[in-house]
């Protein structure tokens, strides 16, 4: 087997996908290795989730992604990103975790959970969506509190805690709710945030109804096996409680960015290193693609506007 590569890319989500469709055009030779299965970020998407870009947003390597709807879904993009990469013949490797980058002469040694491989240049994608942030109560750690949302039929006739004002927690208390949950919102600050605009007007609605109870300028202070504490401007209220949903966002792995010698910078953001145009890091030859970019800001980069970095990156390979 071969294991010499010009371009290793860490992570099979869209972008590392868009990598190595662009490596593979310009004759360059590559390996994706990815941890989980295809688009693996995508595929633990909540069940009924759609996109807020249009399909035609979400292409990559110029296959077109035909959907019936206006923003197409979860599973349509599950189904786009695999067929693209059966048709475009991408060199994948799957379930295979990376665990170390180390440099070795002009070459970067990649370790793997199942392989070791050699390459001149290594971009990471590895995206956000593997580390939530977590809420640092009492009772975080019981398994009732959730930080990913699959399926709201799970939930029917639950007592539902979402955390959060975002459109996760928007789409978690408006399913939840029409599935027969009980759903109370809890809001760190005074109003809604970033919500699809088609959806923000329902849940706005469901709240001035009282459908939907949400306490906003308030904080969960604790969580127990049937009730939660929450700190609202009014004291301290305690509810019956089934189920948390933390949908307080994610962040990306710096433990692993560090460890590779990626330098973060200092502040709460902690972004990761790199030359906007060329999107080269402190190290020389190892690249970062996609959603990683943002450090602690993950609202900053998408799929639409992040597809881009496969062309920066892999033009500034060829120029070297
Ligand atoms: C609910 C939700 C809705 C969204 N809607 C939109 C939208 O409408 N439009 C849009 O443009 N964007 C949207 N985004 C953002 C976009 O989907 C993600 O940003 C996208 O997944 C980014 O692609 P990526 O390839 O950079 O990262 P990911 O898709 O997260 O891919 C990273 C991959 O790297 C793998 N990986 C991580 N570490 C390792 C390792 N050590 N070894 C091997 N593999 C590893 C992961 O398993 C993962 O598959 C949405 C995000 C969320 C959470």
């Known amino acids: 087997m071969n294991n010499t590569f010009d371009i290793l890319i860490v992570g099979g989500g869209p972008i590392g996908l868009a990598c190595g469709l662009e490596a593979q055009k310009d004759g360059l030779s590559y390996l994706i290795v990815e941890k989980g299965t295809i688009t693996n970020s995508l595929f633990n998407y909540p069940l009924n989730m759609t996109f807020f870009s ?16 206006p923003k197409p ?22 379930f295979e975790e990376v665990t170390g980058i180390s440099r070795q002469g002009e070459l970067y040694l990649t370790s793997t959970s199942k392989s070791k491989y050699q390459s001149r240049y290594v971009i990471l994608a590895t995206g956000f969506y593997d580390i939530p942030n977590m809420l640092a ?6 398994p009732k509190v959730k930080h990913y949302y699959y399926d709201p039929h799970y939930y029917y006739k639950q007592k539902i805690v979402v955390v ?26 005074g109003e809604l945030g970033r919500i699809k605009y088609w959806t923000k007007p329902d849940l706005e609605n469901r709240i001035a109804e009282g459908s939907i109870k949400a306490y906003f300028h308030s904080s969960l202070t604790a969580v127990r096996e049937n009730e939660v504490d929450i700190h609202t401007p009014e004291g301290k209220v305690t509810i019956p ?3 948390v949903m933390a949908m307080t ?9 560090e460890k590779v010698g990626v330098k973060l910078s200092d502040d709460f953001y902690r972004y990761p290193y ?47």
């Open 54 to 69: 249009t399909a035609d947003r979400l292409e990559i390597g110029g296959y077109p992604f035909p959907s019936i709807h």
């Open 164 to 189: 959060g004002a975002n459109n996760s927690s928007a789409d978690v208390a408006l399913e939840t709710w029409r599935k027969g949950a009980e759903v109370t919102m809890v809001v760190r600050e």
């Open 274 to 320: 790199h030359n906007p145009e060329t999107m080269e890091t402190n190290l020389p030859g190892l690249y970062l693609a996609g959603v990683v970019c943002g450090g602690m800001e993950t609202h900053v980069w998408f799929i639409e506007n992040s597809r881009e970095h496969a062309v920066k990156i892999v033009q500034n390979i060829l120029k070297k």
């Open 241 to 243: 409680n089934d189920f």
């Open 137 to 142: 109560i009492p009772g975080e750690d019981l």
């Open 73 to 94: 879904n979860r599973s349509e993009a599950l189904e786009y990103y695999r067929r693209v990469s059966e048709i475009g013949e991408l060199n994948i490797r799957l």
């Open 249 to 257: 966002g994610y962040q990306p792995n710096f433990a692993f960015l």
